[in-house]
């Protein structure tokens, strides 16, 4: 069965940072891109960041490029978010999912599986 947690949210003032971490186990991590993608209140899924399943490429959306930072330890089988220079607006709850296949396309970066998530709130 695949699992996804999340953690590493919580409040944090415009400016902060907070990293979030995402454990997985039923499948094989490295073998699968990941993603991870976040839903504000009132609105839909939106995506943000994915990563082929080495590690070698990553994708951002426009909204958080040059801010955040996607990551994985494919030793460990978690995914992580560094999120920098947080905005109002980056508040949401944060997923991460497990795409489809090995490379990531962002036309397909929230088709998978998906956790329970994270609540980021930026907010002074």
């Known amino acids: 069965e695949v699992q996804l947690v999340e953690s590493g949210g919580g409040l944090v003032q415009p400016g902060g940072s907070l990293k979030l971490s995402c454990a997985t186990s039923?499948?094989?991590?490295?073998?699968?891109?990941m993603s991870w993608v976040r839903q504000a209140p009132g609105k839909g899924i939106e995506w943000v960041s994915g990563?082929?399943?080495?590690?070698?490429?990553?994708r951002y959306a426009d909204s958080v490029n040059g801010r955040f930072t996607i990551s994985r330890d494919n030793a460990k089988n978690i995914l992580y978010l560094q999120m920098n220079n947080l905005k109002p607006e980056d508040t949401a709850v944060y997923y991460c999912?497990?795409?489809?296949?090995?490379?990531?396309?962002?036309?397909?970066?929230?088709?998978?599986?998906r956790g329970q998530g994270t609540q980021v709130t930026v907010s002074s």
């Open positions: 990563i082929d399943n080495d590690g070698r490429r990553t």
């Open positions: 039923g499948f094989r991590f490295r073998t699968y891109a």
């Open positions: 999912m497990k795409l489809i296949g090995s490379v990531f396309d962002v036309r397909a970066a929230k088709t998978g599986n």
